[in-house]
Every structure is written in C-alpha cells, then in structure tokens.
C-alpha cells in the first residue's frame, strides 16, 4: 500500500494498543521508521548515479596520470644520460688524438661521448632504451638521436665581451649526430645561441654540448589520450660542460 494510506492502516492496526503496548506511540516509530528506510534507499540510488557519472572521467584522469609517470621516468633516463656524457667530454680532447697530436675532427672523441650516452640510457631505463649496436641501427628501431658539438669561446678584445670563435667538429655545422640524413633530428643550438647564453663577464674557455633526443612511445596509448597528445612524443634534454682542451689561443 503506498502513502498515504500505509500511514491510516498502520494507525487501524495499533490504535487498539495501549502506549506501553505500542499504541500511538509504536504507531508514530514505526511511520518514522519507514520513511528513514525510504529515504534510504533515495540515497543509496543516487549515489549510484552519480558513480556511474563519474567513473568514466576517473578512469581518464588515472590512464592519464599514468601516462605521464611511464614519459616522465623515460625523460629522466634522458636527462640523466646527457649529463653524464657531457661530464666525460668535459676531460675529454675533441682536437688532440691519444697521442696529444692536433687531430680535428677526432671522431674517436665523439664516438666515445655517444657511446657512454647510449650506455648510461640503456642502464638508466633497465635496458628499455637500448640504442647499443647490434641490438639496433639508425635505419630500424633507434627513436632519436645523440648530437655532440664544441664551441671556442674567447674574450673579443674590442668589446671585451666574449664571443664563440669556432665550433667543432668542422664539417659538422649542426653538430656530431649518431644517425644521420632524412627523420633524424640536428643540433637545436647555433652559435648565435650559444653567444646568447654566455657571462659577458666570462673568460676564454671551451665548450661542449650533448644533445639527446627521443621519442617516446607510449606505453598504454588509449585513444583518449592519442586523441589530444601525440604519439610519439618527442623528449630533449641537453647539457653543457666547460672544456679547457678547446679553449683558443691567442695568437702572438
């Protein structure tokens, strides 16, 4: 029976009590109690609804969180790779052989840096990045690029400002690259830029510069998230170390 006829029924029924029968008194408990019972149920439906509303912006909002922590560890192994690399070259001799001889382009000294680059990715992303021969080539499975490059930087004795007076190796003006031709990524850096970024205070030196780049496929790649973020992204990181071996000489 629905209201608000329960209610008469349920007072017929107990009218005859007594109070400390459950009379008037029991009669009144027990509508309360059916409307608490009632309400209830209202509650629980409607939050229901609103569950099944918000489920779908829940899942979004994780698979893209998660996402994001899968790119960030990855750009981390990058950062961290061009870092060490520019460490070595930093005690490292672009234009001498082992032997202290003038050698420019010492391409050993180039391979060596691209090396350690691959290297510390490879052991940085548990062997996820793994850009070492064999196991892959520019020319199949190698998502990126190490671009190696040098700068001289020497004191302009007109302005008494600093100005980068070579890059190296020559023959390379868009720096050293792993991989090579058509789809591989160059230096981002020129010399203007690198002019822009010195001290006007700072002293005749050398410079070198590592340039990672990778690409980033994603890991869960749901449509949700291609449909709004490229798939790859394209990670950089770069990192500049002084180096004395390069710093120029005057001439007397």
């Known amino acids: 029976v629905q209201p608000p006829y ?26 309360i109690d059916f409307w608490k019972r009632k309400g ?7 939050s229901l609804v ?27 192994d990058v950062i961290d790779a061009a870092r060490e690399a520019a460490r070595f070259a930093a005690d490292a001799d ?15 000294f180039y391979g060596l840096v691209q090396l350690l680059a691959m290297q510390s990715l490879k052991a940085g992303s548990d062997n996820r990045i793994d850009w070492l021969p064999p196991t892959d080539d520019c020319t199949t499975n190698r998502h990126g690029n190490i671009v190696i490059s040098a700068f001289g930087v020497m004191q302009d004795g007109g302005s008494g400002t600093p100005i980068v007076s070579a890059r190296f190796p020559s023959g390379w003006p868009d720096g050293y690259t792993l991989c090579s031709g058509a789809g591989h990524p160059t230096s ?4 203007a830029d690198i002019q822009a970024r010195l ?7 050398g410079l070198v510069l ?25 990670l950089y990181a770069y990192s500049i170390m002084p180096n004395a071996n390069i710093e120029p000489t005057p001439t007397p």
């Open 40 to 46: 209830k149920n209202k509650s629980f439906g409607q």
């Open 210 to 234: 590592v340039e990672i780049f990778y690409d980033y496929q994603q890991t869960l790649a749901l449509p949700w998230i291609t449909a709004f973020v490229p798939n790859p992204i394209h």
């Open 50 to 76: 609103e569950f099944a509303i918000l489920l779908p912006l829940v899942l979004l909002m994780l698979s893209g969180l998660v996402e994001f922590g899968f790119m960030l560890n990855y750009y981390l």
């Open 188 to 191: 981002k850096f020129t010399i």
């Open 199 to 205: 001290d006007p205070a700072a002293p005749t030196t």
């Open 94 to 108: 672009p234009i001498r052989d082992a032997s202290g001889n003038y050698l420019e382009p010492n391409l050993n």
């Open 6 to 31: 329960n209610e008469v029924v349920i007072l017929m029924m107990t009218s005859w009590l007594r109070p400390d029968q459950g009379g008037e008194s029991g009669a009144m408990k027990m509508r």
